[in-house]
């Protein structure tokens, strides 16, 4: 069976569509291609089931590699065989790794880069990205040859499917970023863009100022009736409370005695040496010639160790592991006349409904067994058990070869129990050879130039801060609002090139900054002490605060002086710089690792808007252990306020007006924000800032300290008691904030949650160095927003209020800034 109508002539998603009302619409080869499924997901309850990409239905081995290879000969007929010839092909894990490397066969000799979910020692990413409906970053680039992503050569971007095009369009202005060129190419096996979401590439492309095409094998929609989510959501609950209580259940376990039922035995494949698994750090024309070369010796290894009256066999891939495997499977279907299928293992979790209008029949549960970098958790292969397999090929790398794997809940147990045979065949873990031979840390680190303090480096006292930035205060960086957002938004600059120019704040916003200030001390001196408590509580007796430089720098300094107070302690205290898109600054790292205990340090923001310098921070120090071998730092930050749900070291989850959000320098000791530019920060210096003595006369950095500092004895009472509640509290992160960007972001036309700052201190910053296109406040918000209406109307920027808002405002950036654009709904920005 080759496609998703069975023997019986029934389609595998018609046991969702009677019962949800879902709908395919388009292609003729649509319900050929795709079964449906259900899964517990917040967005989207239904699941697209291919039949030919080999991840979750064993499939002919031919036909998954077929429809890949046509969709590289496709592409290469777009591009010509001149830029065919220069174009690099990058595929999404961990579904479309193996058809990654299939359209790059089709295309030619291109190299083929898939992302992982891997980090490796000492290979640095040369990217990263998010997928939209993802709470942590989860896709890492780590080509072996940094230059592979360089180059003006078409970028060919390839995932199972594309439906509304968040992720690739995101991924492609992130790598454009990095990486310009004038050509990509995005190919799926079917695309399912809805009609609102099929006009975007063409914006799109004019957006970035490249050409953007799509190549699929069919396209189509899918019709959704009202509450589908919900109803889909009842539907799970439904068969899953039925599996709890054994009335129903098609998740395949090993039954009584079955231990005995299959043998498990090992092939060695002789895997030529040196020859890369995959493309994890890109695989070549060359790569590709050894394999071809190696194949037909080791599927004849492969024949040998499988049973002869074998009549069904299953070559079952691991995870991101799909290319390999595939090309065994492949090889194999040649040299045996029993019938072959291919398909993989993976860590996504479906619903498994035995019946044969449902794609997934049934599924296998086993512990994940390669030590994965976000922890352990349940892995799934679906439909294999009661397929009729009397042989399983099981193909993994050489580091999912651990004792999970062969433990008795494991893979090759469970299998076991539905085979009469397993064969096991590990395939070496490719690690290139380091292009560099590192310095150690602590020699590193011996290169690297002690803090920056004040009075020579920022107005605070140099006891309550040490800067680990470099100063660029003779170089000029600044540049008009407009010109930044311009530049930002086409992919010609990132952020952190360049400064704005300092606000200036007019008497009447001074006096607004002072009101609020003395409003909301006592508030603010509550939230820092049981922010304070809570860290010495459950990080350290001693913490190493290290602020993320600006906005967290005034937190940490009152941090510090809360545990002066409250308990004789005199905290170091530093601030580093971290970039959204470019991580945190490893110098520094490697400095505060060379100087205290990384265990010790507690890094420390002001407050939470939807999530995004958490995650970044998480996956920055993933990276750094990666590379340099350090470990021990926590990244989990603590912050003043958490309004979006973030972390779970906080003083607060009220979105009220932090005062130091009101202002830029002159409440941030007078120090820019961070600058990471190549031509101003060699491989061996701190990222840089600007110190602004000229604006000595405006600075009210040590005012706004003294100020929250004076609450303190009033409010030592209100810690205890507020700080006692939290500990024993669920402070587990909901991340309700990013869910809201994201609807936010989709229902304002917007289509990239890094233009949408919730909350009042993000919102403040837009006004004042953003290009803002509206500010949308909660119904009813009062005195908070004082601060943030006054600079709305200098702006001429529209303030809409919102009866259902999770935050008390949420600022949108403009969506597609060029001076004299309109937005999405039309009108004329107003600067």
Known sequence: MNNAVNDDGVWSGSWVAERLGVELVGDDELTGLLGLALRRNPKRAHLLVSHVLGKHIPQAPSVVYGYGFALGRRVRSLLGDDEAGRAVVLGYAETATGLGHCVADGLGPAPCLHSTRRPVLGVAPAGGFEESHSHATSHLLLPEDPTLLVGDGPLVLVDDEFSTGNTILNTIRDLHERYPRRRYVVVALVDMRSAADAGRLDAFAREIGARVDLVAAASGTVRLPERVLEKGQELVARHEAAVATGAADASA?????????GRVTRVDLRWPSGLPDGGRHGFTARHRTRLERALPAMAARLAEAIPGDARRILVLGFEELMYAPLRLARELEQVTDAEVRYSTTTRSPVLA???????????????????????????????????????????????????????PDGLLARLAAHT???????VPS????????????????????????????????????????????????????????????????????????????????????????????????????????????????????????????????????????????????????????????????RWLAAHHDPADVVFVDGWTGKGAITRELADAITEFEA?????????????????????????????FLIPSACLNSTVSGLISRTVLRADLVGPNDFHGAK???????????????????????EVVDAVDTQAKDLLSGDRAPTWEGWAAVERISEEYGIHD?????????????????RVPWKILARAGAGADLDHVRLLAEQRGVPVQEVAELPYTCVGLIHPKYTRGATGADGRAVTV
């Open 691 to 713: 110190f602004y003595r000229e604006l000595a006369g405006a600075d009210a950095s040590v005012a706004f300290l003294d100020a929250v500092a004076a609450r303190f004895p």
């Open 253 to 261: 376990r090993i039954p009584a005695g079955a231990e005995s039922y």
């Open 420 to 426: 009469p045979q397993v064969v096991l065949a590990v």
């Open 430 to 589: 490719y690690t290139p050879e380091p292009l560099y031979v590192a310095v150690p840390p602590g020699e590193r680190s011996d290169m690297l130039p002690e803090p920056l303090r004040g009075p020579a480096f920022s107005s605070y006292a140099p006891e309550e801060v040490g800067w680990l930035l470099q100063d660029l205060s003779d170089v000029t960086l600044e540049a008009p609002t407009e010109e930044r957002e311009e530049a930002i938004q086409s992919g010609g600059a990132h952020y952190a090139e360049s400064l704005p120019v300092e606000y200036q704040p007019s008497e009447r916003y001074q006096e607004l900054f002072h009101t609020a200030l003395q409003e909301s001390a006592a508030r603010l001196a509550r939230a820092v002490g049981a922010v304070t408590e809570i860290v010495l509580a459950e990080r350290s007796p001693r913490p190493v605060l290290v602020s993320l430089a600006r906005a967290g720098t005034p937190i940490g300094v009152l941090m510090r002086r809360w545990a002066q107070f409250r308990h004789g302690l005199d905290l170091p205290h530093y601030a580093v710089s971290i970039v959204r898109g470019r991580g945190i600054d490893a110098n520094a790292l």
């Open 353 to 407: 409904v035995d019946d044969p209008g449902y794609a997934i029949r049934s599924r296998i549960v086993f512990p994940a067994h390669d030590d994965p970098a976000d922890g352990p958790g349940e892995r799934y292969a679906y439909n294999v058990a009661g397929a009729g397999f009397d042989t399983v090929v099981a193909v993994v790398d050489s580091v999912a070869d651990t004792p999970a794997l062969h433990a």
């Open 753 to 769: 949650v890094n233009l949408v700052k919730p909350g009042v201190g993000e919102t403040t910053r837009v006004l004042l160095r």
């Open 627 to 655: 590379s340099d071998g350090i470990t021990g730092f926590d990244p989990e930050i603590a912050v003043l306020a958490d309004p979006g749900s973030c972390v779970r070291t906080y003083g607060t989850r009220e979105d």
